[in-house]
C-alpha cells in the first residue's frame, strides 16, 4: 500500500488482533499516517543525542527504555520523551510485562499519538512488525488473468475476452493443478525480486464459466487444488489462432515482459480447435523447470544441428580434396 493513505488505524485493524495491541492513549491519533515500513527503539536518544534518529518511524519501547526513563525524574524524563515525540511520530508500541511511565502516557494522549501495549518482547515486536510493514508497502498491481500452479511453477494466463482463459485453467484443475486466483490477480513484488500473485478476498476459490456461471473449485475439486498465492514463473497469453501470423516452431527466441521492473518469460499460445491447450500449457511449466535446470531443448537442437552441418561439410571437403 502507498506510504500516502495507510493510516495507524489501517495497521490496528488488520494486525491488531495478531500482535494482541491494547490502545492506552492517544485514540484521536488513529489517523496518523505510516510512512515508513520500519520501526526503531528510542534507545540513545532518550539520552538527548538525537543524531540519525528518525522520527516518522514506529517506535518501539522495551524493558531498557522504560526502566532508563524511571531513573529520571519526572522533569528530565518529560523533555527526553518530548525531543522524540513528534508530530511525525505514527505510534507508539510497548512491550508486555512492564508498567509505563506515566510521562509517557501522558504525553502521548496530549500530542495524540497512539500508544499501544502489545504481547511479546520489544526484540520479537521489532521482527513482526517489521516483516507486516513490508508487506503492506510492497509495490502492487492488479492483472487481469487467471493465476494457476502447474508442476509447481506459477503460471499467469492471459488473453482476450471469451479466448478461453479460465476453460483451460479448469482443464489444469481437473488434471490436479491448482488454482489461485481468477479474473483478477493482485501481483506484489517482494524484496526487490520476487512477483507473489494472489486473488481478492471476496472472489478466492471462485472461477466464472460462460454458460455454467460461478462455481467455487474448493468445494467442487477438493481444498487440495486451491491455495491463497504463488510467485508468479510465467505469462501466457491464448489468443485465437491466425493463419497469416507467423508462429515459432523452434524456440530459440525467448520473449519475456517486465512487470513492476522484474522481467519474466511470455508465451504467446494460439489456440483452435483440436488443440489441447491444457496439455501445452503443462508443457510450458514442464520446459521452464527444464530451462531453470540447465536444459534447453531448443538450444541443445540447434547445437546438434550445427553440428550435424559441420560434419557434412567436413566430409564434402575430404571427397574434393581426394578427388
Known sequence: ??????????????????LKLNLLAGKKGMSRRIKKAEVQRPGLSLTGYLKGFVFSR?????????????ELDAKT???RLNAILTPATPA?????????????????????????????????????ISFLLLEEFCPT?????????????????????????SEAALGLIERGHRLISDDIVKVKKKEGAHLIGSGPELTRHLMEIR???IINVAHLYGAVCVRPDKGIDILVKLEPWNDQHFYDRVGMDENFIDVLGISIPQHILPVKPGRDVVLLLETIALNHRLKNMGYNSAKEFNKKLLETIARKQRRGSTRETHA
Open 1 to 18: 500500500m502507498s506510504p500516502n493513505n495507510y493510516l495507524v488505524q489501517h495497521f490496528y485493524e488488520q494486525h491488531g488482533k495478531a
Open 58 to 70: 514506529i517506535l518501539v519501547v522495551g524493558k531498557q527504555e522504560i526502566q532508563y526513563l524511571k
Open 77 to 79: 524524563s518529560t523533555e
Open 92 to 128: 507508539v508500541i510497548a512491550s508486555s510485562g512492564y508498567r509505563l511511565p506515566k510521562e509517557l502516557v501522558l504525553l502521548c494522549e496530549k500530542q495524540e499519538i497512539p500508544l499501544f501495549r502489545a504481547s511479546g518482547a520489544a526484540t520479537s515486536l521489532m521482527s513482526k
Open 141 to 165: 498491481l492488479t492483472m487481469h488473468g487467471t493465476l494457476v500452479e502447474v508442476f509447481g511453477v506459477g503460471l499467469l494466463i492471459q488473453g482476450e475476452s471469451s479466448v478461453g482463459k
Open 211 to 213: 454458460g455454467i456461471g
